[in-house]
């Protein structure tokens, strides 16, 4: 958002290549780097060099975020005098005013980050130092001689404490890498170059991270971690589009393209739904759909009529599976029980009001915080918002917002459920709450547009997904819908900012498959 913000201000810079890498900046700066904003030049730091400098504006978001500048400095961005130029300065003390913190590297040439980074590496391997360097190179940026030639150095020089990661968004300048200069079979361009190769979806943060700790283990080679992604993720008409690797949207735009990144909607089948248990294999035919996390409905027979599976099940399962599991703990006294879900190997956990108090929610978030999984906690149709979540809303990353009375898959969604989620979501946004609202219960391709309004971003369905056999189709399904949800409530900002038409035209191409359901057929047939 920070680099939609910046780039529309100075009418000029790269929102592709930002987007293409959020995820890799993202992981870097916020999990696995050492670093300090407060003292940019601590020496214990890892390193982190922009060699593809041209993707700025999303690395200055990042710092920002991080708290290296205040994020209102991104206005400035490409302004005269400003520290955040069109390709990044390099940090030095004696230029504090001039250079941004935190930048080890000033890029804009192409092809030469990678040099940098081995002079870096080296010198800390011979001092000793355990500092370790990270590397973010393109693909077209590949095109250039000299990361080849550094390919050879590093590996000559066993250089295990570098880690170079590609941003393998397949687009270049003027157009696709493929066609300009093929880069493929990269992996094994790299493996002959003496590198370990790793490759992940850079767009999933669990990928990033596993590959990240995989490639500290390895001794005397540098590594590379591929990671394919796509120019331009997050905002639909840019996407895949080489016409935005360096192009401003229209500065009106703006408010839309913020809420288009605050409405991407996130698929989360439930597991207990359908025919009883096959779990492995429901797990496997959601995660080859696409879906985006599993969710585990944990149900003791006390605080629900019934009972599903525990932490033993998820644990055999985390096994098969890297999707995040998104863990509901539908269970009587969940203190003394969290333990085993986190070492069951779940990625969110939440727990419900009802079930604990305020000092054992605090408890439990503590141990959720500390194990690195986000926390989550869900509340029921009948139950009063209590006040006390409010104090607590920092370290909450999830708020389940129930459209049943838990128990069952294959319930009738609750209509009331929707004024409810409405009014909670108004007290979490006057409260700052930076996390997800998840609809659980009930939801399928009817209701998901009502509770993505309302203001849910997370969609648990179960009946929807397993309820019959075709569990791809379904899952295309809801993707359907809640793309439909998304640009009907991009529409309506449009309309609203007096833009309608504008808007339709710079999203043709996304807008045609969906005409008849967001009623603009005869927009689209007078911009022709
Ligand atoms: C309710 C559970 C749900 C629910 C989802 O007890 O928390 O996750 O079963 O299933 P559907 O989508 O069928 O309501
Ligand atoms: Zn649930």
């Not at 700052?432 to 939801?443: Q, V």
Request: hydrophobic share 40%.
């Amino acid at each position: 958002m920070l680099a939609i913000q910046g780039i529309a201000e100075a009418g000029s810079g790269h929102p592709g290549a930002s987007f293409s890498a959020a995820e890799i900046m993202g992981v870097l700066y916020f999990h696995k780097m050492k670093h300090k904003p407060s003292d940019p030049l601590w020496e214990g730091r890892d390193y982190f060099v922009n060699s593809k400098a041209h993707s700025a504006p999303g690395f200055y978001a990042v710092l920002a975020t991080a708290g290296y500048i205040e994020t209102k400095e991104i206005k400035t961005l490409r302004k005269l005098g400003s520290r955040l130029q069109g390709h990044p300065v390099r940090y030095s003390e004696r230029q504090k005013n001039h250079s941004f913190p935190g930048i080890e590297y000033s890029g804009g040439s192409e092809g030469i980050g990678l040099s940098v980074s081995i002079g870096i590496a080296l010198a800390k391997k011979r001092d000793g130092q355990k500092n370790r360097v990270y590397t973010l190179i393109g693909d077209g940026e590949s095109n250039e001689g000299q990361i080849w030639e550094a390919a050879m150095a590093a590996s000559k020089f066993k250089l295990d404490n570098l880690v170079a990661i590609l941003d393998r968004n397949k687009i270049q300048q003027d157009g696709f890498t493929e066609e300009i200069m093929p880069l493929d079979p990269v992996r094994d361009k790299w493996a002959a170059f003496n590198w370990n190769v790793v490759e992940v979806n850079g767009h999933k943060i669990e990928q990033i991270i596993d590959a990240l700790s995989r490639v500290e283990k390895v001794e005397d080679k540098p590594s590379i971690i591929i990671a394919n992604t796509t120019k331009g993720k997050g905002i639909k008409h840019m996407a895949n589009n080489p016409q935005w690797h360096g192009k401003a949207p229209p500065k009106k735009h703006t408010p839309i393209l913020l809420e288009e990144l605050q409405s991407e909607i996130l698929i989360a089948p439930s597991i207990i739904a359908g025919e009883p248990e096959n779990y492995e294999e429901k797990v496997r035919r959601a995660e080859r759909a696409g879906a985006d996390l599993i969710h585990l409905d944990i149900m003791d027979g006390k605080f629900v009529p019934t009972t599903s599976f525990f932490a033993d099940t998820i644990k055999h399962l985390r096994k098969i599976s890297s999707i995040p599991f998104d863990t509901h703990l539908m269970i009587e006294k969940p203190i003394n029980h969290v333990e085993e879900y986190i070492d069951a190997g779940c990625d969110i956990i939440t727990v419900h009001v009802e079930a604990c108090n305020e000092s054992e929610f605090v408890e439990i978030n503590k141990m959720l915080l500390k194990a690195g999984i986000s926390p989550g906690i869900a509340i029921n149709p009948g139950t009063q918002f209590p006040s006390w979540i409010i104090e607590h809303l920092n370290n909450i990353d999830v708020m389940i917002i129930m459209s049943v009375n838990p128990g069952f898959a294959g319930q009738k969604f609750i209509p009331d459920a929707l004024d409810k989620m409405a009014e909670i979501v108004k007290t979490l946004k006057s409260n700052n709450y930076k996390g997800f609202i998840e609809a659980d219960g009930g939801i399928d391709a009817t209701t998901l547009q009502q509770v993505f309004d309302a203001g849910a971003r997370i969609m648990v369905a179960g009946n929807a997904v397993y309820g019959s056999p075709d569990i791809n189709s379904n899952i295309i399904q809801l993707r359907h819908k809640a793309n439909v949800a998304i640009e009907t409530k991009l529409l309506e900002l449009a309309t609203i900012n007096d833009m309608r038409s504008d808007w339709i035209k710079s999203r043709k191409n996304m807008l045609i498959p969906l005409a008849k359901e967001l009623s603009i057929e005869e927009d689209l047939h007078a911009i022709k």
